[in-house]
């Protein structure tokens, strides 16, 4: 989380805008169909849980743009392509949990509406080292540049056309 909120940190002090993505289920979790259903973890997420608010470090400041979703993409039925492209977005820099499920949807989805994913590798995160290892080799090879904490602080220090989440 430490790595996410530098990452941020740089994002907002170049100016660059930054969105946000929540997940949140009516309570019972009708509202988030199998997914919910097939990890009951994710009930964590509804609404009124404490668990479900973002560490300080990570929380939206005033004015930032907070994605309500339900699956693992925050593309997925959400508003976020079309805010990116009014926004003039053409590249998304990923921080966030897991890098199996939401951080690698995202990435792909990402991908797949024209933008440039890349997922700070530091900033990012797993139940378990394996699958996270095996997700960032993977979306490497074919969806997004996974790059490390230093080089996505310096190309947001440097004024790269970048949005953090």
Not at 14 to 23: D, E, F, I, M, Q
Not at 56 to 65: C, L, N
Not at 78 to 106: E, F, K, P, Y
């Amino acid at each position: 989380m430490v790595a996410a909120a530098r990452v941020i940190d740089a994002a907002r002090g170049a100016g660059v805008p930054v969105l946000h993505t929540r997940v949140s289920y009516q309570p019972g979790g009708l509202d988030g169909g199998l997914f919910r259903r097939k990890v009951p973890a994710l009930e964590v997420f509804d609404e009124g849980s404490p668990l479900a608010e973002p560490a300080p470090a990570v929380a939206p400041r005033p004015g930032e743009v907070v994605v309500t979703k339900q699956y693992a993409s925050a593309f997925f039925g959400t508003s976020l392509a079309s805010t990116l492209r009014a926004t003039g977005v053409d590249t998304v820099v990923i921080v966030g949990l897991t890098t199996s499920g939401c951080v690698r949807a995202s990435a792909l989805d990402a991908l797949q509406h024209g933008f440039v994913p890349v997922v700070v590798r530091e900033a990012v995160g797993d139940r378990d080292p394996r699958p996270h290892a095996a997700n960032l080799l993977d979306l490497q090879a074919k969806y997004a540049d996974v790059v490390s904490e230093r080089e996505a602080v310096a190309a947001l220090a440097g004024g790269a056309s970048t949005t953090a989440r």
